[in-house]
């Protein structure tokens, strides 16, 4: 009996010892070469809040907010509930500390909107606090029916030396980064250099595809600065120092100009940091965002 069970525990150990290499090969392989596949994301996005109550009066709220090429337009509509009168607004909206920032024209003033994620649903909000009868904030969700994705290509090329170059629609020429394997995964990272944007892949395998788990990009917000001239009441802007490079190599401003990002603390414009090319501009902080796909994109090699 002690013959068999010796015998048992070794050729257990000797067919662990064959699988265990297997399954994890299989699992945290490195990648090499090029992987191709497709990502979505949105083309036109649409929240609704179905009823709102605001001095006594009910509406429904709707907020459309689309990408056209470079163009980014926004509509506002406003519909009161019983007698379907309509007040609809259109403007654009852009990426702003961490929400979005959505601007209608008002005659000459310009009234701005901040829509930022909470939870599964969305806040809608302004400078002066815009709230129902109940004193709640404005809460939209995402109308995932009327909302619209497009697809782009996109390409990963794993060296075996970590470098990596990833390649999009919007980004033909590429970009540089690295890659490294963390807990049987692929990470793969990489630096527009022009933005200051950086993108953070999570990759895991699907046979012998690699699968998108989770994107994570990190947008940097560099400073403003306002501008004053000797002569003028008030200083104009603020600008970022490329307008402010643009401004002054155009004739716009001169040596006599300064700048302060907080209105306190003057300098020459041509100390500004980002002002030449090659010194970098002063950050304000980095705003991060993470995108967990609930379908996974495919990259194939090739």
Known sequence: MIFFHDSGIRGLALLLCLLVPLVFASCGKEP???YEGEISDWESEVFQARSLRVEGQDYFLQLILRQVGNEMPAELLFRHQKTNKEKLRTGAWSMGDGKRIIAFPDGKEVQEYYLYKK???FVLEDRWGLVDDNGSLFVLIRNKGKSRKRSFPIAFTFESDGDARFTSQAMPKGVSGEWQMIDQRVSASFLDESTGERQKYFLFWKGDNLAIQKLTMYLPFFHKYYVRSPNAPKPSGPFFAKELKEGFDSGRFGERHEASHDNQTWIPI???K????HT?????????YHTVFDDPPILKPR
């Open 274 to 277: 980002g002002f030449d090319p």
């Open 270 to 272: 041509n100390k500004v």
């Open 280 to 288: 970098k501009q002063l950050k304000r902080k980095n705003w991060m």
């Open 32 to 34: 090499k070469g090029k």
């Open 119 to 121: 939870g599964s649903r």
